[in-house]
C-alpha cells in the first residue's frame, strides 16, 4: 500500500475500504474487545474462521471491537448485502453451524438475533445496510440504547480496529485532511473553543482553552499526550474505545499536534491494557504506513509521530504531573502546579494532556462544526460522555449519552432497573474521586457542575448502581482503602490522613467506631479535600463525604445500634437472615436444635427470639428468603415454615404445658419496676413478653375485647386460625403478663394516670384509622374501609354486601378483603393502579386470590363511584392508567389517562392504607411527624415525654407483623436498660449448646413448600389454606441451610 | 533580568516583593508567620508537607511555598479553618511514626515538636500508628532513624541540590513510603556518600543525627547549609 | 461548702509528673486549702495493664473532670516505646532470655499487660490535657486553680513531648 500523497489516492483507498466493510458478499464480524473475549468471543471466531474454510463459503469474516452491551457479550453482527445488519447476542462457538446454516438460506437465526441496524451515523460518514427483517427490533429501540448519542464511540463494534482501510472507509482521516489542507491552526482552536469541548478525563477544564495555551507557548518542542491511564474501578470505557477504534484516538490527537504546534505525541497507556496496547501499536505502524504519522503527512509540509509508554499501573499517575514524572523516568509522584504543564511540562518543555475520550470529539467536530456539537448536551456541558454502566442493574455495558441526561435515564430506562424484588440506593459516579448520589436524586442531570454540587463529580465516566444490599459505609471504606493503597506518599494529608481514615472506617464496619470518630472523619475529610497536593487527595475523601452526607442513618446504624443493614459487615450480623430479620431471630440455632431432633430445644429458642412464632410463621413477609445464600444453589431454606412447624408442634399439642413452665423459669428475679404496654398488638405483645421475662410487672391496656391487634381483627381466619394467636398469648400470659381489655387509654385510663402509675409506658397504637381517598360517592352504602370490613368478618358479623366486590389497592389487605369477600360467595376484583410485580401484598397471597377466582384490573385508578337511586353502589368508574416516569422507588409512577371503564358492582371496599388515630396521637401531647406518627428516638425509642416509649406502626406508618414486632422487642430492651441502668437483654435468650461446626453436607432436596387445600375445597369455608410442613419435610429443610453463621 | 517589584496584599497588608518570590518569602520577609516543614531556604520547594497553606479571596487554600506571587494578589496566612487544618496535619505526622520526644536526641530543638506546641496541639486525636521501623547505625558518624522520620525529603534535596551526592531517594508509596540510600543499602555501605552530613543538618526532626550525642543534645545546623544552598543558587 | 475532691493516680509512668505536683512549692498549700486530695482525676501515665484499664474506667465513672497529665498519659509516649513488640516475646526476652536467677515469666499477682499501650483517651473521655515530660509544675498550678474556681482554664502553650 502506498502512501496517501493526494485527494485522489485518498478518495481511491476510501472506496477500496468500502468494499470491505459493505463487501458483495455476506460479513460476519465478531465483538471481539476483551469483554467480547471474555465470554468466549474467540472461540466463536476460530470456529467461524474453521467452517468458512472448511466449506469454501463466500463470506467475509471480521474482528471488530465491541458495541457496548457487556450483558449480552459476545456478540455478532451479520450482514447479508441489501439486508440491514443484525446483531447476535450471547453467541457460542456452538451456535456457528446454527448460524451459518441459516445464513446460507438467507436467514438471521431467530433465538440469538437481537436488534437490526439499517443505517449507521459514523458522525464522518453515513452507511446504509438495508431495510427489511421487520420483525426485529431497530437496535435505537432497546432499551440499553435508547437515547444513546454516538459520537465517541461512533466506529466501536462495527469496524474492524485492525484495519485502517475501514475506517478510512467510514470517513476517517477526512478531518485531518481537511484540516492540513484548508484551515489555519487558530481556525480549528477557536472551533474547538465554540463547542464548549471539556476534558473527558473528570476536571472538565475547556479543551479549546488548554489548547490556546500551548499553541501559544513558544518553544522549539513542544509535547501532546493523551492520558489512557484509566484506573478507577469499575470504569472501562477508555479500554474499550483504544480496543475498538485506535485510528480515532490518533486523528485527533495528530489534529491537536497541528493545531498546537506539538511535534510528538504520546500515548500513556496502563500495561494492564493489552489488547488496547496490541491494538494501538498496529494502528500506529498503519498509520506511519499510510504516511499519516511521521514525516510530511498526507503530503504536507507536517511533521508529527506518535510514541506509545505503557504505565506500570499506578492510579496516581493518571493525574498529569505525575504522569509527566513518570514519562520521565521518575516514580509517579505528582508536582506542584504552577508551572503548569503548558509552561513546564515534560522534560521542562510546554505540554498538553487530554484524556482518551477528549481526543475521540476532535475529528467530528472538525467535520461537523461547533454548532452541531453544543446542540447535543446541556448548555454548560455539551456533546455526549460515554458512561460505564454497572453494578446492580439489568442491563451492564458502555453507554454514550448527551450530557445533562437525568440518572434516572440511565438506572431505570438503560439499565433496566435492579434485579427483581430489590430497589436500587444509591449511583456512585466517578469511582474513587466521585460520590453517591442516593435514588432521591435520581431525577440529577448529569453534568460536570450539577454532580459536583452534589459533591460528587464526572470523573472519567464510571457509574456504579448499588441496592439495598449494599453498605454505604462499606462503599466509603473501600473507596479509601483503594486511594489509601495508591496515594504516592508525597503529601501529609493524603499519605496519612487516608491512612486514618481507613482505620476509622475499619472500626466503623467493625462495630467499635464511636460518634466523635464520625466527628474528627468529617473533618479530617474536609481536610484531605482541601490540603492535599493533587487531584487524587483533593477528590479521595469525596465517597466518605458524600455518603456521610446522604446515608448518614447508615453511619449511625454501624456506630450507635452496631447493625449493618446491608448484611455487608460481618462483625455486625449473625448471619444473612439473622440481619434480615427485624426481630433478628437466630435463625440457623432453630434451624441446627431442628435438625438435631430437639423440638422443645427449638421451640423454646424460637420463642425467646419470637414470641408469636406460629403467626409470623403464617404471616410474615419472609425478607430472610430474599437473603437466604442458599438461593445461590436452589431456592431459599424455607425458614418461616420451619419455625411455624416448630411451633405447631408445641403449642397445640401436649408439649405446651411442659414447654410454657421452662419458659416461665426462665423469668428473672422481680426488678420492682411497672411498665404499661398500651396496645395489645403483635408490637405490645412482643414488649409485653420481654419485659415479663426481665422481671418487670407488666400490665397491657387494650381497648378491644381480645388480644392480637391486626393479628386478630383484620387477618382472615383461613391465613391464622384465632386458635393459634390464642394459644401465644396465653404463654406471654404465663409469663405475669397482666391484661386489662376494654381499656382504651385516653378514655378509660389516661395517659397521667399512666405516668404516675408506671416506671414507664410504651405506646404500641398501631395505625388503625383507614385512610380515605378523596374520590366521588364514597358517601354510597356499600362503600366501606379494608379494616372494618375484616373486623366485622373477623368478630363474626357477616355484612351483607351484595354479589360482586371491587377492592380498590394492592396491598395485604386488599387481597385479604378479596379473599374474605370469595369465601362470602361473592365475586371479588382487585383494582390497583400499578403492575402486579408492584404490589405490595405477599406474592404467594396475590398467587392464591388468583387461584381462588378474584380478579384483576392492572393500571387501573378509581375515577368515582355510581350509585342507584337509593344510594346504593351500582359501578366503580376507573381510569385507564399508564406508567410514567420512576419515582423514588424506583417503580414507574402510573399517570391517569382519559380512558374510562365501568365496573359494575355492589360493594367497593377501600384499601388503601391505614395511619395513626390521629384524635389519640394529637391530645397525647407527644411531639408528632406531619403523618401523626410519634416522634421516637431512633437508637432509644423514647418520645418527647420522659419515661414514654413509643413503637411499632404509631411510630412507622402501616408496615407489617414482623416490622412491628422488631419494634417491641427493641423498646423492651430500650427501656429496660433506661430501668436498670445496665444492659440485659443480651443474655435473656442464651443457653442452648448445638453444633457449630460447618454441615459436613447438606440436603440437596428442593425447597419444600407447605401443602395447601385446593381452591374448591378452600373457598367454601374458613379452613386454614396452607397445611403447614410435615416433620420429614421441616427436618429435612433445616438441613437445607449452608450455615453462614459460621465463620473463620 | 531584575525581577519587576509588585505589590501584594497579606493578612490586608500592602506588601511589596519582587515578581517570581514565593507567597511563603514574601510572607516571611514581611514578618508574618507561616508554618513549614518541608520548606528549607535554598532548596527547592516540594509542597509536601502542606503546613505553608494559605487562603486565596476565593476561600481556595494553596501552599504558600510553591505559589508565586502576582500583581494585585491577596492572601489571608490564618484562620480558623487554616489553624485547624495545621493542627490536624502536625497530629497525623505525630501518629504516623513512632515520636517519643523525651528520649529524643532533637527534644527541644525539633520543628516539628515545637510546631506541635506553638500550633496548641495538647493531645492527638487519632490512634497512634506504632509502626515497625528499623534503626540505621550503620553510617560511621550519622544515625538514621526511621521512627522519627516525617518524609518532608529535605535530606534527599540537600543532598542531591548542594552536594550533588543524591544519596537518599524516596521508596515505596503511601503509608508505606521510606528514605532509602542508594539502592536501599544501609548508610553506611553507600558509597556516594560523601560523609558531609548536609542530610543530618537539615533534617527537622531527629531521624537523622550525629552519633555521641545524648537527649536533647543534637542542635541543628540548619542555616548554615541554607547559606551553603544559597551560595550555590540551588533553589534560583 | 464542702471541699472539691481531687485525686490523683499513676498508671505506667515513671512518677515524674507527680514530683512535678510537688514541684508547686507553696503553691500546693493554696490547693491543700481549696480540695480535699482523695484518689484521682489528675492521671499520670499510659494504660498499659488490665489494672491500669480498670483503674482508669473507675476513675472515669466517678470522677466529672478527668486530666490526662504527663506526656505518658497524653501520647503513651515511653511506655509505647514496647508496642512494636508482642507482648508475650517482651515479657521472655525480659523475664527468661533476660533473667540472671529464676527464668520464668510471672504470672501470680501481677496484671496482666494489654498488647499496647496507649493513651487515656483511647479508652475514656478525657476533659484536659496537660502534656509534657514532665509537664511545667506551673502550667500544673495554672489548670489545677482554674480548675478548682470553677474556671475553664485557658491552657497554656505547653512544650509537646
Redesign the interface.
Known sequence: MSRIEDIGIFNAMREAGLAKVLPAMPRIAVGMGTCGRGNGAEGVYQALAHAIDRDGLDIQLAAVGCFGACSEEPLVNVWLPGQPMVILRRVQASDVERILTDLSRGRITPDLAWCKIEEWDHITAHLRYGVGFPELPLWSELPFFSGQKKIVLRNCGLIAPDDIDEYIAVGGYQALYKVLIDSKPESVIEQIKASKLRGRGGAGYATGIKWEFLAKAKDDRKYIICNADEGDPGAYMNRNEIESDPHGLLEGMIIGGYVTGASQGIVYVRHEYPLAVHKLTRALEQAREYGILGANILGRPFHFDIDMVEGAG?F?CGEETALIASLEGF?G?P??R?PYPAQKGLAGKPTNINNVETWYNIAPIVLKGPAWFTEIGSTKSAGTKVFSLVGKVQNTGLVEMPLGTPLTKFVYDIGGGAAQGRTVKAVQTGGPSGGCIPHEMFDTPVDYETLGQLGSIMGSGGMVVMDEDNCMVDIARYFIEFT??????????C??????AL?ILNGFTKGTGTVAQLT?LN??GR?IR????CGLGQTAPNPVLTTMRHFRHEFDDHIIARRCRAGVCHSLALSPCENSCPLHMNIPRFLDLLKEGRVDDAFEAVFLDNPLPASTGRVCQHPCDDRCRRQTVDAPVNMREVHRFIADAVLLTDRFEPLAARIAARKKAPTGKSVAVVGAGPTGLTAAFYLALLGHEVTVFENKAEAGGMLRYAIPEYRLPKRVLAQEVELIRRLGVKFQFGAGVGSAVTLNELDEGFDAVFLAIGTWKESWVYLPGTELKGVLPALPFLESVATGTNPALGRRMTVIGGGNAAVDSARTAVRMGMEATIVYRRERKDMPAIKEEVDAAEQEGVKFLFLAAPHRIVGDARGNVKALEIAKTRLGQYDASGRRKPVVTAEIVRLDCDAVVLAVGETVDLDFARASGLTLHEAGTFVVDRFTMETSRPNFFAGGDAISGASNVSNAMGFGKKAARKIDERLMGVKRFAGISGGFEYSMEPPETTSTSPRHRSAELTSAVRVKGEDEVMVGLTEADAADEACRCLRCDIRG | MPQKKISIRIDGVLVATLEGTTILEAARDAGRRVPSLCHMDGLK???????C?VALPNGR?V?AC???VQEGLAVITNSPEIA??RR??VE??L??RNHVCSVCVSNGHCELQSLASSLGVNSV???Y?YPILPLDLSQERFVLDHNRC??CSRCIRVCAEVEGAHVWD?M??????RVIGELDKPWGEAASCTNCGKCVQACPTGAMAEKGWAVEEMVKRTAQVAGAAFRKGVSL | MSKLKLATVWLDGCSGCHMSLLDLDEGILTVAQQADLVYSPLVEGAVSSQEDLSKLQTIRARTRLLVSLGDCAVTANVPAMRNTIPVQKLLQFIYVAGADVHPAVPTQGVPALLPQARPLHDYVKVDYYLPGCPPRPDAILALLSALLEGRAPKMPAVKFG
Do not use: N, W
Not at chain 1, 499519605?495 to 486514618?500: A, H, S
Not at chain 1, 482541601?530 to 497536593?533: F, H, V, Y
Not at chain 2, 515505596?172 to 513510603?177: D, N, T, V
Open positions: 499506578a496516581v516514580s509522584r508536582r506542584p504552577p489509601h493503597s495508591e496515594s504516592c506518599g508525597k503529601c501529609v494529608p499519605r496519612v490522613g487516608l491512612d486514618q482505620e474528627l473533618e479530617l481536610m482541601d490540603t492535599s497536593l | 520547594d516540594v509542597g509536601a508537607c502542606r503546613l497553606i487554600l501552599p510553591t505559589t508565586p485547624a487544618y490536624m496535619i497525623l505526622l501518629v504516623e486525636r487519632f490512634r500508628h516525617i518524609l524516596m515505596g508509596r503511601g503509608i508505606h513510603s
